[in-house]
């Protein structure tokens, strides 16, 4: 049995490690990676856990909240426990069936193999989607065994959802949290990280400031590796809407 429920954890392992995996935590542009340093945030976020181990990560689209969940995980990942769950991933008649693809384990199993961890992680990502389960006491047992067994929970979630979130944890799950929000780059980061890898920024100032969000820092620099900075705003988000385009006929033809 023990061998056995080695297997089950390294199974989960690779779970979290797969979902981790997309989430890109750096800029990478012909072949030069910008690492955006969040080394301060994950810093805070060890900080608020100390405090609560509840905590609920939130931020706009694209901003990097689980860009900052995978920093701590390769940070601790070698000597600590750390899984991550997607909140749909709860929609099950009963709570075992969460292990159900890893074989005949249950939660018990999962809570007991780590007992002898005093610091433990599990993220629920896009944890808004919990308002939506069609049992919701699946996720409070989940939830109950890990408060119980001493682990520290992050809840990640966009900003525009973060009110039902909280909702939910109060008023469904009775769960006291502590919130976390990431913010966008500031203007003089965005300046730091523009001159440190050597490309030039917008003039736009509406343009700026969507620039201080890492997703469309990203796309600017894919649209133009060293940058434009007669680019207008219009042009950008045209260039944008233009490559989604293509990437949505391209996935409808093949």
Do not use: C, M
Not at 44 to 57: E, N, P, Q
């Amino acid at each position: 049995l023990g061998a056995s429920v080695i297997d089950f954890v390294q199974e989960i392992r690779r779970h979290t490690a797969a979902v981790l995996d997309p989430i890109r935590s750096a800029i990478v542009v012909e072949g030069k990676t910008i690492k955006i340093d969040r080394r301060a945030l994950v810093a805070l976020l060890k900080d608020t856990l100390t405090k609560l181990s509840l905590v609920i990560i939130s931020g706009e689209a694209g901003v990097g909240k689980t860009a900052v969940v995978k920093d701590l995980y390769d940070e601790v990942k070698d000597t600590t426990p750390f899984f991550v769950f997607k909140a749909t991933e709860f929609n099950v008649s009963h709570v075992n069936q969460l292990f159900k693809d890893y074989g005949a384990f249950t939660l018990t199993d999962f809570v007991r193999e780590h007992e002898e961890f005093t610091e433990k992680y599990v993220v629920i990502d896009s944890a808004e989607k919990l308002s939506d389960l069609d049992r919701p006491g699946i996720f409070q047992e989940f939830l109950s065994s890990l408060r119980s067994g001493g682990w520290k929970v992050l809840f990640t979630t966009r900003l525009s959802y973060l009110d039902d979130l909280k909702y939910a944890l109060i008023e469904i799950y009775n769960a006291p949290f502590e919130p976390l929000n990431i913010p966008g780059l500031t203007q003089e980061e965005l300046v730091e990280i523009s001159v440190a890898n050597e490309f030039s920024l917008p003039e736009n100032e509406r343009l700026r400031k969507f620039l201080q969000n890492p997703f469309y820092l990203n796309e600017y620099l894919r649209i133009d590796a060293k940058g434009n900075q007669n680019t207008s705003y219009a042009e950008f988000r045209e260039a944008i809407w233009n490559r989604r385009i293509a990437h949505s006929s391209y996935q409808k033809d093949n």
